[in-house]
């Protein structure tokens, strides 16, 4: 498999760029490099037909240079002060480098809840198909000025790989101030097949020197999406018209080749961004059944932990604590600890109800995790 087929019918990227790639050295935004990435989007766009989602870091890079603050600050009111500040004025940028091109703006900024809300991101999913419909890059970041820790995700490349997997974008493509994953000699790797012990070993452990994220983060992003089917690339954001070449095939970058199977929208949101509430045990026929695409019954289950309401998603492992999938629950519990080990025809006198569910987890809510 060659770069050629993998990016062959591309219509749908979702682009991250860093703070590194868009600041200069004095840590400033870079209005140049904001123009050259405008008008390679835009060459996209207009001449090439494909939607773009652009995740953009660079709110507090920019708001340390407006406030000339020596450092990154470390109290949290004072960064989200700081994120407040800068994101108006990235915004502006964008905005004035893609006015020429005819295209509009479209901010939106996220925290973790709006991913794992099902209906906020549902919601989601429609205000960025409603932005390009009407002519318009959507840009997204993290809402730093409100994020607390338990509702942050910390960098952004991890929401480009959760919005990557909301729209079933054909591709994500990371760009940082590096060429690529470089090996133990400092050679870029072209492909990488398999997101393995091998390829996570090639990482150095620094950040960014501005922004959250780093090498790390990049390859847990790129994990997401592979599993989820997609291809991914990361590539150096400095270099001039560096989308345009490498969705022509150049050989830039690291290409990670995506997954086997391409999950359903709905599936990546169980497997992948879903917040799990609690844990199902289950014995070895569940365990055997749901790898046959089986419902989770309540016979074959062992324990539970945690704390789930019905229609909130759930890790299921085996008895030796191995991952086996996530699921959507129909019960809670407090239902499922009375139910277990019992058939459905036993659910009434157990749950005191006229009706329920034969099936604690229908398959149809179930992604199986492929080791």
């Given at each position: 498999?060659?770069?050629?087929?993998?990016l062959?019918?591309i219509?749908?990227?979702?682009v991250?760029?860093?703070?590194?790639?868009?600041?200069?050295?004095?840590?400033?935004?870079?209005h140049?490099?904001?123009r050259?990435?405008?008008?390679?989007?835009?060459?996209?766009?207009?001449?090439?037909?494909?939607?773009v989602?652009?995740?953009?870091s660079?709110?507090?890079?920019?708001?340390?240079?407006?406030?000339?603050?020596?450092a990154?600050?470390k109290?949290?009111?004072?960064l989200?002060?700081?994120?407040?500040?800068?994101?108006?004025l990235?915004?502006r940028?964008?905005?004035?480098?893609?006015?020429?091109h005819?295209l509009?703006v479209?901010?939106?900024?996220?925290?973790?809840?709006?991913?794992?809300?099902?209906?906020?991101?549902?919601n989601?999913?429609?205000c960025?198909?409603?932005l390009?419909?009407?002519?318009c890059?959507?840009?997204?970041?993290e809402?730093?000025?409100v994020?607390?820790?338990?509702i942050?995700?910390?960098?952004?490349?991890l929401?480009a790989?959760?919005?990557?997997?909301?729209?079933?974008?054909?591709?994500?493509?990371?760009l940082?101030?590096v060429?690529?994953?470089?090996?133990?000699?400092?050679?870029?790797?072209?492909?990488v097949?398999e997101?393995?012990?091998?390829?996570?070993?090639?990482?150095?452990?620094?950040?960014?020197?501005?922004?959250?994220?780093?090498?790390?983060?990049?390859?847990?992003?790129?994990g997401?999406?592979q599993?989820?089917?997609?291809p991914v690339?990361?590539?150096?954001?400095?270099?001039?018209?560096?989308?345009?070449?490498?969705l022509?095939?150049?050989?830039?970058?690291?290409?990670?080749?995506?997954?086997?199977?391409?999950?359903?929208a709905r599936?990546?949101?169980?497997?992948?961004?879903?917040?799990?509430?609690g844990?199902?045990v289950?014995?070895?026929g569940?365990a055997?059944?749901?790898?046959?695409?089986?419902?989770?019954?309540a016979?074959?289950?062992?324990s539970?932990?945690?704390?789930?309401?019905?229609?909130?998603?759930?890790?299921?492992?085996?008895a030796?604590g191995?991952h086996i999938?996530?699921?959507l629950?129909?019960?809670s519990?407090g239902?499922?600890e009375?139910i277990?080990?019992?058939?459905?025809r036993?659910?009434?006198a157990?749950?005191?109800?006229?009706t329920?569910?034969?099936?604690?987890?229908?398959?149809?809510?179930?992604?199986i995790?492929?080791?």
């Amino acid at each position: 498999m060659n770069r050629a087929e993998i990016l062959s019918g591309i219509t749908n990227i979702v682009v991250k760029v860093g703070t590194n790639a868009l600041t200069d050295d004095g840590g400033r935004l870079d209005h140049q490099i904001i123009r050259v990435l405008a008008e390679d989007i835009a060459g996209l766009c207009r001449e090439k037909n494909i939607r773009v989602t652009l995740v953009s870091s660079g709110a507090i890079g920019a708001g340390m240079a407006e406030l000339n603050l020596p450092a990154r600050p470390k109290d949290l009111s004072m960064l989200q002060a700081t994120a407040a500040v800068g994101q108006s004025l990235l915004m502006r940028y964008f905005a004035e480098a893609l006015k020429p091109h005819n295209l509009h703006v479209g901010q939106i900024l996220v925290t973790r809840h709006d991913f794992e809300d099902r209906l906020r991101y549902l919601n989601l999913r429609n205000c960025i198909h409603a932005l390009q419909q009407s002519g318009c890059l959507p840009i997204i970041n993290e809402n730093d000025a409100v994020a607390v820790d338990e509702i942050r995700f910390g960098d952004n490349d991890l929401i480009a790989a959760h919005v990557t997997n909301l729209l079933q974008a054909d591709l994500l493509i990371l760009l940082s101030v590096v060429d690529g994953l470089l090996d133990e000699k400092g050679k870029v790797q072209d492909l990488v097949t398999e997101m393995d012990d091998s390829v996570t070993g090639m990482v150095k452990k620094e950040k960014s020197s501005r922004g959250t994220g780093g090498m790390t983060s990049k390859l847990m992003a790129a994990g997401t999406v592979q599993t989820a089917g997609e291809p991914v690339i990361i590539a150096n954001g400095k270099t001039p018209g560096i989308l345009g070449k490498l969705l022509a095939g150049q050989p830039l970058g690291t290409l990670i080749v995506p997954g086997k199977r391409r999950l359903s929208a709905r599936s990546r949101w169980i497997a992948l961004t879903a917040k799990t509430c609690g844990v199902i045990v289950v014995d070895a026929g569940a365990a055997a059944a749901l790898k046959n695409n089986k419902s989770l019954l309540a016979g074959g289950i062992v324990s539970t932990s945690g704390d789930f309401s019905p229609g909130d998603a759930v890790a299921i492992q085996d008895a030796s604590g191995n991952h086996i999938a996530r699921g959507l629950t129909n019960y809670s519990r407090g239902d499922v600890e009375k139910i277990k080990g019992h058939k459905s025809r036993d659910f009434g006198a157990l749950l005191g109800s006229e009706t329920w569910y034969d099936e604690v987890v229908h398959r149809d809510d179930l992604v199986i995790h492929e080791a």
